[in-house]
T-cell receptor
């Protein structure tokens, strides 16, 4: 089966600019996650979708980050405006939606804010 | 509140020797536990999980993990390390709550296998 697709792979922007990341999960996976992985740290959950509804966005900095999953398939994560501390790898993952399944991760988008 | 700890930033082992990557956890209920591996410039790959049943679970690439409830640990093991096992390993714990579940990841342990 095809994996989780993410684009772009790399992005360099100046602080205060905006940026958007795209994710296409594995077909049929109801649950989609966006994680932020800062260098030297483990992934931190930003937002979790179940189909097109938000399940958990408690750690999403909502003053600058937004995410949507229209039609319950693809998802976009946006940062506006970006700060230096947003430099990280943004990982998208999907799963079949119940607690017993592991996640399938995309390759991530490496964001550098200068 | 749930938490997961990987006490070692780095583990070094010689090829052919057994390896152990440590993980301890804290959850309010029964834990669902996972191990993932991350190779350079790649996303995380699922290795194995413990949900219920036998304390020793087997996963991909010859890895296994032992669940120890009394010590709240879920250490990753492999009887004979390969150079290609060198990567970053993450332990994750999933806590169930009403209406859903939340997974958190440890900070990761870098494994170096020397030829």
């Amino acid at each position: 089966e095809a994996g989780v697709a993410q684009s772009p792979r790399y992005k360099i922007i100046e602080k205060r600019q905006s940026v958007a990341f795209w994710c296409n999960p594995i077909s049929g996976h109801a649950t989609l996650y966006w994680y932020q992985q800062i260098l030297g740290q483990g992934p931190k959950l930003l937002i979790q979708f179940q189909n097109n509804g938000v399940v958990d966005d408690s750690q999403l900095p909502k003053d600058r980050f937004s995410a949507e999953r229209l039609k319950g398939v693809d998802s976009t994560l946006k940062i506006q405006p970006a700060k230096l501390e947003d430099s990280a790898v943004y990982l998208c993952a999907s799963s079949q939606g119940t607690a017993v399944y592991g996640y399938t991760f995309g390759s991530g988008t490496r964001l550098t804010v200068v | 509140a749930q938490s997961v700890a990987q006490p070692e930033d780095q583990v070094n082992v010689a090829e052919g020797n057994p390896l152990t990557v440590k993980c301890t956890y804290s959850v309010s209920g029964n834990p669902y536990l996972f191990w993932y591996v991350q190779y350079p410039n790649r996303g995380l790959q699922f290795l194995l999980k413990y949900i219920t049943g036998d304390n020793l679970v087997k996963g991909s690439y010859g890895f296994e993990a032992e669940f120890n409830k009394s010590q709240t640990s879920f250490h990753l093991k492999k009887p004979s390390a390969l150079v290609s096992d060198s990567a970053l390993y993450f332990c994750a714990v999933r806590d169930l709550y009403t209406g859903g579940f939340k997974t958190i990841f440890g900070a990761g342990t870098r494994l170096f296998v020397k030829a």
